[in-house]
């Protein structure tokens, strides 16, 4: 499964982006889908999950109140909304999907991965 993250960019502090993760197989339907980021200098750090229908969803600490997950399984694609931006959200992003359903934080359980887009919040 190829994924391709999209919609990063720069925006001001207090600002929204909304990220997309488009997959090249119809199979990542029943896949669990989440989103990493790495900041310069940082190790990836885990942002949010969603379990294969959409029914669950599960935030770090820094996203919750801010950002929200989704899906879409008849376009193939998860998005992030991020909104109330900070100059700390700054890094690139990725989505990763794996096959186990279970949603999971941790980044080595994760199958697939995207090649990341940069969000950068900066006045």
């Known amino acids: 499964v190829q994924l391709q993250a999209s919609g990063g960019g720069l925006v001001q502090p207090g600002g929204s982006l909304r990220l997309s993760c488009a997959a090249s197989e119809r199979t990542f339907s029943t896949y669990t889908v989440a989103w990493f980021r790495q900041a310069p200098g940082k190790d990836r750090e885990f942002v949010s999950a969603i379990s294969w229908s959409g029914a669950t969803t599960y935030y770090a600490d820094p996203a919750k109140g801010r950002f929200t997950i989704s899906r879409d399984n008849a376009k193939n694609t998860v998005s992030l909304q991020m909104s109330s931006l900070k100059p700390e959200d700054t890094a690139v992003y990725y989505c990763?999907?794996?096959?186990?359903?279970?949603?999971?934080?941790?980044?080595?359980?994760?199958?697939?991965w995207g090649q990341g887009t940069l969000v950068t919040v900066s006045s």
């Open positions: 990763a999907a794996k096959v186990r359903r279970y949603l999971s934080r941790t980044d080595l359980e994760y199958d697939y």
